[in-house]
């Protein structure tokens, strides 16, 4: 007759952290949904390129360094990477931008660091990020939407070049981003900003068949669908309110500012919002727990400062999109923010309260 | 601003941090009345069941004992008594597994009840308010009643705290799930625990009493609300079902809105909480002089048929209570005793239940698959998700205190006030990780205690440490005072030129001599081989013999020296020994000088070391002699005589004779002076004998076994023959009639002075002898204060005369036949002790007369008159004594003989 000893509390909520992890990829998918009915199948294609990889690399590591493979591999977190380095990337990019990305998310930034709980960087940004600074040209171009092309891309098309960089009728990327009209497409952040360095005024680059009848055409929608997905894990209490909600209202107050300030060079609100990558960074990327504050008033100031990097580094910075970078930025300051805002335990300082 | 009943009335409630909303399962128990107790076959009663110490233990094994009955009483201000929860006889006092989550044993009292349920006598008291306050709260301490929440803290502590009290909060909130022993208890019994509120009520006078109590009891709220309708300041309120709002910080936060200081207790916000079962008690002790023996237990969970609430008595095995609910889980049993949030596993199901439990869960498998056992870990990295700290009921950051507790850091974990974690499993609860949050915090708890322990140790051996040294620094400086102060009283004293003073001038002197002593002995070691140059021939054969009697020598005189201090008393009459000695050498006439040097040289020192022992007994004695003695040592010293000399000299002084008077000075002057002379001649190449006797004679003086010995010795080193050992013996033991025949001047000096030394006549022949010589042995004798001199005078002149010569010429003849004459030197000086000590007692007077003839050492010969009687006696004792060193020295003369 044995006794069953365990410590307290007995009871459990039976969350793990793999479901959480399956919960953030499920919410994923109404963004990836969206990418995929403006984008063609470049980011699926990605996405699964990248998660194969990232088990790959996950795999080799953990064997190297002796963990347990089979609970640890498939915990989600790697595949969580994965697929948001996947939706991140340009739809048309070349085949081992994914790979090495991925690669370098998981062995280094990752793992290198202690694996799940230890890395001080998100890996899909860090990787990002190194593939932008490292891979300028193939990470800039970014596809217009399905409707602008000239052609029609189908699967196949994407599928060769993404390996091959030409479809099989034998057309470049280059070729392929070519407007009808003759002139290279870029994301509408990036058209705003050129247009800003030329001279033009934001309502006139408003005008620009990318940016369609309101934010960006197809932007628009895939930001709604990460809010959409957002939404999901606030709803399902997998994600804290505090960091989109302090990130978005930043950016928000921050792009108000300016646009009440000079209202020619300043984009408005909404388009922040729902340009790039805000929403897909705001519940996605900034709620990761690992690399970002964890108190509630630490995440308020870690959402707050995500908020204003993007800001600055989208109208002052060199880069189009500012998500990965402020990201990093934040992932630094996090430790400090959090021994800054640790919360006033029962009992203690109860002067400092009245 | 709105007060706090104001708000409580509207049902406003203030809320803690955090709290989760575990499964409650409480209708497994909640709708099923309480069972009535049942009796165990054992009753197991931990003499400890609250936080405090245990009480005194009143009663012994096979004692019978009544329900009710104490079996410990209060000793100290922290501990309560345990009683009897039923009749019956008390089978053993042992450790026992009590109920704590460390499954340690402590000690506990075994009863076996009779099934009587016999009652000790009760007094019923109806009406608690016609007794004083003191009365009351000795009968809660008396009852045993701590607190029945779970902490089981000492009641009466509680309610006899003297602060104001404002808020009464009666804690029926019960938020783990499962439990519903209160919940019960308030249905049925809600009259009493009324009663009981009262009486605290009556104890405290506070303003306000608040019952919490959690929204998921209508049934308990409702006989609540029914019983406590006509109390004015008294408040059930209901609030929010949230765990753990039962704990006492949350719920006060929650009915008053004040926070606790950490650290601090309740009371000192002028709050007080008692847990509703503890009311209940307290009505039952104060009304119905019922001690707290028993108390609601819920058992309850999937793995029971029965999951009902028992009224359970106290060291109750929980496994009796099981098998009374059926229960069916046999392959992996899973005991809880509390419930499943703050509950402990039980290691095995003979844990009784005591004062505070209040649950017992026996869940099958399916229900609770505790992530935290030791078998079933599904512990992964903490991915600092946070929502550990979003639960946690005193805002404390649980993945930092996790991260701090892996890694040991205890300063940062009393920074993240890890103290004021209450272990309520929120966190863990919640953790997605499933990381035992708790456990940790316990095992880093403990750990800082220790380390606190240890420190204190620590601390503790340092105080004890800086005082020792305090102490021996103290102590030193003491020691330098007394040692600085007695040095100089020594100066004044030795300046004042008293008897003492020259005494202890003595001592120094003696110290110095004893340097020197050693110094020249260094010396001499050159001097030796200097002087062996000088007889070439005879070097070597000499320098090996003389390193073999140095042996013999230094052997001897140890031998000696163990005897010496047997024969103390008898030294006196030792000296018929010595004088032969000496005499024998002056016979013998050595030939090497060297060797006689050395010889000398050790006897010299080990007498010196010997007299050091005896210097101070016979400085006592020897005090009014100190100033001759003084004067001896420094103008031996001064003299630079011999260090033999030097040092026989200082032994001289030390143990100069009581009879040491005025002319004695001189004589010991005169003395050093020829010692100094002598040894001068003697490194001229003066006959050894002169030396030889010098010594002798100043040795006798000073302890005569000794130089017994070094007479012995320096025969044997002399000749270095074995048969010169034997005559030396015999000599030895005939010194006085060879020293009748007056072989030549010197040989009856030294046999004069022998004799002189062994009591023999030789003072007169002394006196016409060399003066010095005999004034030197006139010294010694008077040192020696033996009588016997004179009287064996005639005797050993006509009698043993011509027994000498016998040993004489048969030394001549058989040179070889060592054996056969130590035997002989035995017998002769058997016998020769025998006459010796037959004729003391016949010429004592005469002797005595003789003496006082003798114009120079009149003085010395009437104190040794006095002492005629005494030395008879001294001169048996020596007889004996010489005659058991006659053998010895016969057979190291033997062993030498072989040696060499």
């Avoid at chain 2, 009753?43 to 410990?72: E, F, M, N, W, Y």
């Avoid at chain 2, 020259?502 to 003696?510: F, I, L, N, P």
């Avoid at chain 2, 032969?580 to 050395?598: C, F, G, H, R």
């Amino acid at each position: 007759m044995a006794f069953w000893i365990a410590s307290s509390p007995h009871n459990h909520q039976q969350s793990e952290t793999s479901a959480l992890m399956r919960l953030v990829i499920y919410a994923t998918i109404p963004g990836i949904l969206a990418q995929w009915y403006f984008f063609g199948w470049g980011n699926l294609i990605h996405i699964a390129l990248a998660v194969t990889t990232a088990i790959v690399a996950e795999f080799t590591v953990l064997s190297l360094r002796d963990k347990k493979i089979t609970s640890q591999l498939f915990d989600g977190s790697a595949i969580l990477t994965a697929v948001l380095l996947g939706i991140s990337l340009p739809a048309l990019a070349p085949w081992w931008i994914t790979i090495i990305g991925s690669i370098f998310a998981i062995a280094v930034v990752k793992q290198l660091y202690g694996g799940l709980g230890h890395n001080p960087f998100n890996p899909a940004m860090a990787a990002y990020v190194m593939l932008l600074i490292s891979f300028p040209v193939q990470m800039t171009q970014w596809q217009p939407p399905l409707s602008l092309l000239a052609m029609d891309i189908q699967f196949n098309d994407t599928l060769a070049v993404i390996f091959s960089g030409y479809t099989p009728q034998g057309y470049s990327v280059e070729q392929i981003r070519t407007h009808i009209d003759g002139y290279t497409m870029a994301t509408p952040l990036d058209t705003v900003k050129t247009n800003l360095t030329l001279g033009l005024t934001v309502a006139e680059s408003m005008n620009s068949p990318v940016i369609g009848k309101h934010f960006g055409l197809g932007w628009e929608w895939i930001n709604a669908g990460f809010l959409l997905g957002g939404l999901f894990l606030l709803f399902k209490k997998a994600i804290h309110w505090t960091t989109p909600f302090s990130f978005l209202i930043s950016l928000f107050v921050c792009s108000f500012i300016a646009f009440i300030i000079s209202p020619d060079s300043s984009t408005s609100t909404m388009f922040n919002w729902f340009t790039g990558a805000t929403m897909l960074g705001a519940f996605f990327i900034l709620t990761d727990p690992v690399s970002g504050a964890t108190s509630v008033k630490g995440r308020l100031v870690f959402g707050a400062l995500a908020g204003l990097l993007v800001y600055l580094i989208r109208n002052f910075g060199g880069y189009p999109d500012a998500i990965a970078f402020a990201v990093l930025l934040c992932n630094m300051a996090a430790p400090l923010i959090d021994q800054y805002t640790r919360p006033r335990t029962y009992g203690h300082d109860l002067g400092a309260k009245k | 601003m709105e007060s706090v009943i104001e708000r409580i009335k509207k049902g406003n409630f203030s809320h803690f941090h955090g709290g989760i909303h575990p499964p409650e399962q409480k209708f497994l128990t909640s709708t099923k009345p309480i069972a009535s107790a049942q009796i165990p076959e054992q009753l197991i009663i931990p003499l400890r069941q609250h936080i405090g110490q245990a009480g005194k233990l009143i009663i012994s094994v096979g004692d019978k004992v009544l329900k009710g009955q104490a079996l410990t009483t209060i000793d100290t201000p922290m501990s309560l008594p345990v009683h009897a929860p039923t009749s019956g006889t008390i089978t053993d006092i042992k450790l026992m597994p009590i109920p704590h989550p460390s499954g340690l044993s402590e000690a506990c009292v075994i009863l076996t009840p009779d099934g009587d349920d016999t009652w000790q006598p009760r007094k019923i008291c109806p009406d608690y308010k016609l007794l004083s306050k003191e009365n009351i709260l000795d009968k809660i301490a008396n009852a045993g009643i701590a607190g029945m929440g779970g902490a089981g803290f000492p009641t009466k502590v509680k309610v006899s705290t003297l602060s104001k009290i404002e808020y009464l909060i009666i804690n029926a909130a019960e938020c783990e799930p499962y439990i519903t022993a209160d919940d019960l208890l308030i249905q049925e019994h809600s009259p009493t625990i009324l009663d009981g509120i009262k009486i605290i009520d009556h104890l405290l006078s506070p303003t306000n009493i608040l019952i919490g109590i959690e929204d998921n009891k209508p049934k308990a709220i409702d006989a609540l609300m029914k019983a406590t309708a006509d109390i004015d300041h008294l408040q059930v309120c209901v609030i929010p079902t949230k765990y753990p709002s039962g704990g006492e910080k949350q719920l006060i936060q929650i009915l008053t809105g004040q926070e606790v200081p950490s650290g601090v207790l309740p009371s000192s916000l002028g709050i007080i909480m008692q847990n509703i079962g503890t009311c209940f008690a307290i009505a039952d002790a104060v009304i119905n002089d019922t001690p707290l023996i028993k108390r609601v237990v819920t058992i309850s969970g999937q793995a029971l048929e029965k999951p009902q609430n028992i009224w359970a008595l106290i060291g109750t095995p929980v496994g009796f209570l099981t098998k009374h609910c059926g229960y069916q889980n046999n392959e992996k049993q899973h005991l809880i005793m509390g419930g499943p949030m703050m509950g402990f596993s039980l290691p095995t199901d003979q844990i009784p239940v005591i004062k505070s439990t209040n649950c017992i869960l026996a869940p099958s498998e399916i229900e609770i698959a505790s992530p935290f056992s030791s078998t079933s870990s599904k512990e992964v990295e903490c991915i600092r998700c946070g929502q550990c700290a979003d639960v946690c009921p005193a805002q404390l950051l649980p993945q930092e205190l996790q991260w701090s507790a892996k890694a040991k850091d205890q300063a940062q974990l009393a920074k993240l006030n890890l103290f004021d974690c209450i272990e309520c499993g929120a966190c863990a609860y919640v953790c997605p990780s499933q990381i035992p949050l708790v456990h940790y915090y316990r095992v880093a708890k403990a750990e800082i205690r220790q380390q606190k322990l240890l420190d204190i140790k620590a601390e503790k051996a340092k105080v004890r440490f800086e005082a020792r040294k305090l102490r021996l620094e103290r102590e030193k400086i003491a020691r330098a005072e007394k040692h600085k102060k007695a040095a100089e009283a020594r100066k004044a004293r030795m300046n004042s030129g008293t008897a003492a003073a020259k005494s202890e001038k003595s001592a120094v002197a003696d110290a110095l001599a004893r340097v020197k002593a050693k110094k020249a002995q260094a010396n001499k070691a050159i001097a030796s081989s200097d002087n062996n140059k000088e007889n070439p021939a005879t070097e070597q054969v000499d320098s090996g013999k003389s390193q073999v009697a140095n042996a013999i020598a230094r052997a001897k005189s140890k031998k000696l020296a163990q005897q010496e201090q047997a024969q103390l008393d008898a030294i006196d009459t030792q000296q018929d020994n010595e004088s032969p000695s000496s005499l024998a050498t002056k016979q013998i006439e050595p030939v090497v000088i060297d060797k006689k040097a050395k010889v000398a040289a050790a006897i010299a020192k080990a007498k010196a070391k010997k007299r050091q022992k005896e210097t101070t007994a016979n400085n006592t004695d020897s005090n009014s002699e100190s100033e001759r003695n003084d004067s001896a040592t420094t103008q031996s010293t001064s003299n630079k005589a011999d260090h033999e000399t030097i040092d026989t000299a200082v032994t001289e002084s030390v143990n100069a004779p009581e009879s040491a008077n005025k002319t004695l000075d001189k004589k010991a002057k005169v003395a050093a002076a020829i010692a100094k002379a002598k040894a001068k001649k003697r490194q001229k190449e003066t006959t050894a004998n002169n030396t030889d006797s010098d010594t002798d004679t100043n040795s006798e003086s000073n302890s005569e076994s000794e130089s017994n010995d070094s007479a012995t010795i320096q025969s044997t080193s002399n000749k270095a023959e074995h048969e010169t050992i034997d005559t030396a013996v015999t000599e030895s033991v005939n010194a006085p009639e060879s020293a009748n025949k007056a072989l030549d001047k010197k040989a009856k000096i030294a046999a004069a002075i022998a004799k002189a030394k062994s009591k023999a006549k030789s003072k007169a022949k002394a006196k016409s002898a060399i003066k010095s010589e005999s004034d030197a042995s006139l010294q010694n004798v008077e040192t020696s204060t033996t009588k016997i001199e004179p009287s064996q005078e005639p005797m050993k002149n006509a009698e043993i005369e011509h027994e000498t010569s016998d040993v004489q010429s048969k030394v001549n003849n058989n040179t070889a036949d060592i054996d056969r004459k130590a035997k002989i030197a035995a017998a002769i000086a058997k016998a020769k002790a025998k006459k010796l000590a037959n004729n003391t007692q016949k010429s004592s007077s005469e002797s005595s007369k003789q003496k006082l003839q003798q114009p120079e050492h009149s003085e010395i010969v009437e104190a040794k008159a006095k002492n005629l009687e005494a030395e008879n006696k001294k001169a048996r004792v020596a007889a004996a004594v010489a005659k058991a060193k006659a053998k010895k020295l016969a057979a190291s003369a033997n062993k030498s003989t072989h040696s060499e």
